[in-house]
């Protein structure tokens, strides 16, 4: 049966399936925060791919390498304290074990965390039970020596019955060494270790089988005790101390976020100025038509509106992954724990919900963080009332309009969107926990790891991993829906108005640098521009839809855009452009352009935007859900159209029906 | 859901009650199945010597060489039994 675990085209660089002796299945296995991603990033390099396992949302990483002769496909499972457990990595993990879904692995290999054998063993016990033949691979050697552990590997061996092999991954050491062990172990079949195995059924409990493997074969001052370091105690106690815990908390989220909104945005201009002169490339070389139409407004900005997404992506992984590495991730989620909880979120969702404020879909991916399903779907429903960084043209744009003269007021009512959208998310969540979702958010028990360097190695394989799994998944989907928005808003064709075309005959009898020339070719733009608009499929449905968005203060036009927006934000701003100004590059800071569009008027004469329609507009876009792109990732994410779906009714439902409060209220208060 | 793991002579009492630095043993907890599961899995298991590493919320407490973080609701529901009164 086909299966998502195995990888259906040969990796670059790697014989394909079936023209080398074997290709071999391998699984790597471990509790958390044992180094089983670093021996994987290690053992396989770039060369992986990233699927989910069947049926489930849990990714799999699938990665090839060599041992001597052979080839193997290494799975990396997801990190599990037990496999008996009922949480979905243990659930994964027995079924990938077990070949229920996919090919049974021919080999197991656990990474064993030295410096914490007892618990780790465990995991040994069970895949004893389960008749899975093992390889240990005992990981962070030199940390365990610093605490002052020995081991002897010929005895755990014999006692474990499987090969036992000291690494250090995060340095590569000892890789050879499990390799040729993992090869032999294949030829074999058999442990061909010796000596006395003590078997875990002979005992009463996993744990009293564990001591006993370790009272003969691990030795050193600590061995079976507690050891007390005095470090570690020093920082939890600051870390997730009331007052300086949280201090310590902002400074770190302000630096990530910082990161996120400032450094991704200069390879994000850069993207967009490519994609720009690209398209204009091809306006120059091409003829005019349908083809290049296609081709500049379709194909490259369709593409320029997914790849631009990435530096975010990937950013904000490469600093999830150091910030986890280092051991302060899991310190920050309690010290948000406190806040959070209220609202029926737990204290991993911080850091999707601050990421949303970059941009919703890094912020939606990270919500992995998230070991319980109903937290990580509620907080996934909610991030993308945070903030985005694409709404803040829209902000600029309408607080400019509403407070032309008063930049301190627009100042305010900027600031206050970012309070709006965020109250909305944590009051969205307390109700979605009451109701659909009901249930508190489960009370955090988690393990806190040892603060430790983290390896900027896997920060860019994980970041890099990422950026192409967006790419290869999300992507194609976006592109679709960029071409399909591009077709409705360019066609049909229409023949220019006769207006426009007499402008141009004046303008053409004028000396050609005349100012009075100029301003005729520009309203002749304009009104060729609002009439292609207009008679689009978009602005048929525009005009279509309009009595439904009567009620909120908006006429065709602000239909129009509100209905384009849908794909991204930003596109309101160049829609508006397009209908006031005839020119999506308008400049909407210029104050003489924005005095023109405060004074453009109606068919009717009344003014496009009046201070309650600028108001209503400006509580639509803090609340509603118009991006493509973020509903494509949350059916990912969620593995349903149904929370997609959801999502965008809510959004939009509350929109709505603030937008209509508002903009009722404040005419009802005679404020035009 | 009472999860008796042992039953010394001492009178246990709330893991909250006591101090940091204080040595115990876990006696039982009313926590869900799923949770006490999870902390079984972290080594939480019968008559374990826990050592209270932080007092409040979170609570850390150090079982063998794991560290674990427990929200102040999961802190509450687990009965100990001091070590010295054993």
């Known amino acids: 049966m086909a299966s998502a675990l195995i990888s259906s085209a040969p990796l670059p660089g790697v014989p394909a399936a079936g023209s080398e002796p074997s290709l071999y299945r391998i699984a790597l296995l471990g509790n958390p925060n044992t180094g089983k991603t670093t021996l994987f990033n290690r053992l396989c390099g770039v060369l992986s791919k990233t699927s989910n396992f069947p049926g489930t949302t849990t990714r799999a990483r699938i990665g090839r390498c060599q041992a001597g002769e052979l080839a193997l496909e290494v799975v990396d499972l997801p990190g599990v304290y037990r496999l008996s457990l009922g949480l979905p990595e243990s659930r994964v993990c027995r079924a990938a074990l077990l070949g229920e879904d996919s090919r049974a692995p021919d080999l197991a290999v656990v990474v064993l965390d030295a410096t914490n054998l007892s618990r780790n063993l465990l995991l040994l016990a069970e895949l004893s039970e389960m008749g899975v033949p093992a390889v240990a691979a005992l990981n962070m050697v030199d940390l365990a020596q610093q605490r002052g552990l020995s081991f002897d590997r010929v005895r755990l061996a014999e006692r474990l019955g499987c090969p036992v092999v000291p690494l250090i991954a995060r340095r590569g050491e000892g890789l050879d060494e499990l390799r040729r062990a993992i090869a032999a172990r294949l030829r074999s079949g058999a442990a061909a270790v010796g000596g006395e195995r003590l078997d875990p059924a002979a005992f009463p409990s996993p744990d009293d089988w564990a001591e006993q493997v370790i009272a003969g074969s691990v030795g050193g001052r600590n061995a079976l005790g507690s050891s007390f370091d005095t470090l570690t105690e020093r920082l939890d106690q600051a870390f997730t101390h009331p007052v300086l815990g949280a201090l310590v908390f902002l400074a770190v989220m302000t630096g990530l976020f910082w990161t996120l909104f400032v450094l991704a945005s200069v390879p994000m201009d850069l993207i967009e100025a490519t ?9 120059a070389v091409m003829p005019p038509g349908a083809v290049r139409d296609l081709l500049v407004q379709g194909v490259i900005g369709g593409i320029a509106g997914i790849v631009v997404f990435l530096p975010q992506i990937g950013l904000l992984f490469f600093l999830i992954s150091l910030l986890e590495d280092t051991g302060y991730l899991a310190r920050a989620a309690f010290v948000m ?12 969702a911080f850091l999707p919900l601050l990421s949303s404020h970059a941009c919703a879909i890094p912020g939606i991916l990270s919500t992995r963080l998230i070991p319980d399903r109903q937290d990580r779907l509620t907080t996934i429903l909610v991030a993308p009332l945070m903030s985005c960084s694409a709404r803040v043209p829209v902000y600029v744009f309408l607080t400019g309009l509403l407070f032309a003269d008063r930049p301190w007021l627009a100042g305010i009512a900027f600031s206050g969107c970012y309070v709006l959208g965020a109250g909305a998310a944590l ?18 028990v988690l393990e806190l790891p040892s603060y430790k360097m983290p390896s900027l ?8 991993d990422q950026g192409l799994s967006f790419l290869r998944t999300a992507g194609t989907v976006i592109m679709a829906i960029c071409l399909v928005m591009w077709w409705l808003s360019s066609y049909p064709h229409s023949a220019p108005p006769a207006a426009a075309t007499a402008l141009r005959q004046q303008a053409a009898a004028l000396p050609e640098a005349s100012e009075r020339a100029a301003e005729l070719t520009r309203q002749a733009g304009l009104l060729e521009a609002q009439h292609a608009q207009a008679n689009s499929f978009a602005g048929r449905i525009g005009r279509a839809v309009e009595p439904v968005f009567r009620p909120i203060g908006f006429d065709w036009q602000l239909t129009v855009g509100v209905l384009t927006s849908f794909l991204a934000r930003e596109v309101f701003v160049s829609t508006m452009s397009v209908l006031l100004e005839g020119d999506p590059e308008s400049d909407l800071q210029d104050q003489g352009i924005l005095a023109r569009i405060r004074a453009a008027r109606r068919t009717d004469g009344t003014p496009v935007f009046t201070a309650a329609t600028s108001a209503s507009l400006l509580v639509f876009f803090v609340l509603a859900m118009q991006c493509l792109s973020t509903l494509v990732v949350t059916r990912r994410e969620t ?26 209220a404040l005419h009802l208060l005679g404020v035009a | ?28 907890s009313d926590l869900q199945e799923d949770d006490f599961a999870l902390l079984e899995a972290l080594g939480m298991t019968r008559s374990c010597r826990l050592r209270i590493c932080k007092a409040g919320d979170p609570w850390i407490v150090q079982v063998r060489e794991t560290r674990i973080g427990l929200a102040a609701s999961v802190a509450r529901r687990l009965l100990v039994v001091p070590d010295s009164l054993l």
């Open chain 1, 427 to 444: 009051l969205t969540a307390a109700v979605t926990r009451r109701t659909i979702l009901k249930g508190p958010s489960r009370p955090m």
């Open chain 1, 639 to 664: 593995g349903s159209w149904r929370w997609a779906a959801l999502q965008l009714v809510y959004m939009t439902s509350l929109a709505y029906g603030l937008a209509f409060v508002t903009y009722q």
């Open chain 1, 275 to 283: 994609f720009e002169h690209l398209g204009r490339w091809t306006v």
């Open chain 1, 337 to 348: 724990d406190r806040i959070l909880c209220r609202f029926g979120l737990p204290g991993h």
């Open chain 1, 457 to 464: 190695r896997n920060a860019c394989l994980l970041a890099l």
């Open chain 2, 1 to 28: 859901m009472i999860h008796d793991v042992s039953i010394p002579a001492a009178s246990p009492v709330q893991l909250t009650e006591l101090a940091e630095g204080s040595a115990v043993r876990l006696h039982s």
